[in-house]
C-alpha cells in the first residue's frame, strides 16, 4: 500500500472513531491546492534538462501551510500528496499554528553540481513564488535538500517580495536560522521516546537500540540517545551497517562516517547485513530512513519491544497489524518526528518577531512541546480505546475539524 492510500485509510479510521459528518470528512481530506511546474536549467555543459517540480498545500485551517521540500528520484505527485496530509496532522498533533504542505523535484540531487542544484532551486522557487508566502506557505529542508537550499529559496523569494527571512526554515544560522534546528528532529525524537517508556516504567539509560538511517536525524538520535546512557548496539544506512553488542561509541562513528563518506570498516564494531537490522534483537527500534521499511514480509520477524517512527510512514499497514498482534508498542510518525516541524515554528517566531533564541530556550520549548503532545495523544487513546497511532491521528484530525467548523467551511 502506497503512502497516499495508508494516509487515507489512517484518516478515514479516526474519522469514523471521531463520528465525523462525511461532508466535513471529504472537504478534510482534499488538497486546498496541488500545483505541478516545470522547471528547465541549464547544465554545466551547456544542454537543457527539465524536472517536474511538485508543491501540494493541503489544508490552512489552523495556519499558514507548513512542509518540506525535498529533492529525490521518486518524488511523484501521490508521495508529495499524501506527506501533505501527514503535515496537516502532524503539525496539529504538536498543537502548532500551522497547517499542511509539501513539496519535492524529481532528481538525483548527487548527479548535479553545486551550480547545478542552485539553478534547480532558484527556477522552482520563481515558478512557486506567488503561491508560498509567510502567512501563506512556509517551506522547509527535508530528503536532499539542505539550509543552503533554503537559502538560496530564500533570496530567490526576496527578490520579487523583498527580504523576508521567515519565508523558510532550516536556513543558516547568519540568515536568521534557529539554533538547535539541525538536531531538532533527532532530539524530538528523543525526547518522544523518553516520554513513551516513562508510561512503561522504562528509562533510555536501561535499554538497547537498533537505528535505522544514520542521515541527520538518525545521527542525532543515536548521539541523544548515547548521551543518556541507552545503548546503541546496531545502526544502519545506504553505505552498510555495524553491530557491537556491548554498544557503539557513536562520536566515533559519526567521526568516522564523516571523514570516510560510509559506516563500512568502522573498528569499533563488527559488519552487518543492512536487511537483517530491522529484525535485529533489541528493546527499541527507531527507523529514520524512507517509508514502508517495515511490512508483511519482515514484520514477523521484528524482535523489538517499542518501534519509534522516525522516518515518514515506515510501516505499512499490514505491518502495523502484525505487529500490533505481536503487542509491539508503535509510537507514530506523525508524532514522533514532530520536532523537526516544531523548531521549524519556533524559528518562524524568530523571525517574525526579529528577536532570536538561545539555544538552551529552544530546546526547553522542544521538550515541552513533545511532552504536552504525547500527553494528549494518550489521553485520545484513553478516550477512544485505540492504540497510539489512532491516538495521534484522532488528535490531529479532531483539530484541524474543530478549526474547518469554528472558520464556517460550509458558507
Known amino acids: 500500500m502506497n503512502a497516499l492510500a495508508a494516509t487515507n485509510r489512517n484518516f478515514r479510521k479516526a474519522s469514523r472513531i471521531l463520528g465525523l459528518d462525511s461532508k466535513l470528512e471529504k472537504s478534510l481530506l482534499i488538497p486546498f491546492r496541488e500545483i505541478k511546474v516545470e522547471c528547465t536549467i541549464p547544465k554545466d555543459d551547456g544542454t537543457l534538462v527539465s524536472y517536474i517540480g511538485f508543491r501540494v498545500q493541503h489544508d490552512n485551517a489552523r495556519g499558514p501551510m507548513k512542509g518540506g521540500i525535498r529533492y529525490h528520484p521518486e518524488v511523484d505527485h501521490d508521495e508529495v500528496n499524501a506527506l501533505a496530509q501527514l503535515m496537516t496532522w502532524k503539525t496539529a498533533v504538536a498543537d502548532i499554528p500551522y497547517g499542511g504542505a509539501k513539496g519535492g523535484i524529481g532528481c538525483i540531487p548527487k548527479d548535479l553540481s553545486i551550480s547545478e542544484l542552485e539553478r534547480l532551486t532558484r527556477v522552482f522557487t520563481q515558478k512557486i513564488h506567488d503561491l508560498i508566502g ?238 504536552n503532545a504525547f500527553h494528549n495523544l494518550k489521553n485520545m487513546c484513553k478516550t477512544h480505546n485505540c492504540n497510539l497511532r489512532m491516538g495521534a491521528f484522532t488528535l490531529g484530525v479532531n483539530r484541524v475539524a474543530r478549526a474547518t467548523m469554528l472558520r464556517g467551511w460550509e458558507a
Open 134 to 371: 509567510i502567512n501563506t506557505d512556509v517551506p522547509a529542508p527535508d530528503m536532499g535538500t539542505n539550509s543552503q537550499t533554503m537559502a538560496w529559496m530564500l533570496d530567490e523569494y526576496s527578490k520579487f517580495h523583498g527580504h523576508s527571512p521567515a519565508i523558510v526554515t532550516g536556513k543558516p544560522i547568519d540568515l536568521g536560522g534557529s539554533l538547535g534546528r539541525d538536531a531538532a528532529t533527532g532530539r524530538g525524537v528523543v525526547y518522544a521516546t523518553g516520554a513513551l517508556l516513562a508510561e512503561y516504567g522504562k528509562n533510555i539509560k536501561d535499554l538497547t537500540f537498533v537505528i535505522q538511517g544514520f542521515g541527520n536525524v538518525g545521527a542525532w538520535a543515536a548521539k541523544l540517545i548515547h548521551e543518556k546512557g541507552g545503548k546503541v548496539i546496531a545502526v544502519s544506512d545506504i553505505t552498510g551497517a555495524v553491530k557491537n553488542p556491548n554498544g557503539l561509541d557513536i562520536a566515533a562513528l559519526m567521526n568516522y562516517k564523516e571523514a570516510t563518506g560510509t559506516l563500512t570498516g568502522f573498528s569499533g564494531g563488527d559488519s552487518m547485513n543492512s536487511d537483517e537490522l530491522l529484525t535485529h534483537e533489541c528493546d527499541v527500534l527507531i527507523p529514520c530512513a524512507l517509508g514502508g521499511v517495515l511490512n508483511r514480509e519482515n514484520a514477523e520477524h521484528i524482535k523489538a519491544k517499542f518501534i519509534i517512527e522516525a522516518a515518514n510512514h515506515p510501516t505499512d499497514p499490514e505491518a502495523d497489524e502484525i505487529l500490533c498482534k505481536k503487542g509491539v508498542v508503535i509510537l507514530p510518525d506523525i508524532y514522533a518526528n514532530a520536532g523537526g516541524v516544531t523548531v521549524s515554528y519556533f524559528e518562524w517566531v524568530q523571525n517574525i518577531q526579529g528577536f532570536m533564541w538561545n539555544e538552551e530556550k529552544v530546546n526547553m520549548e522542544l521538550e515541552k512541546y513533545m511532552t
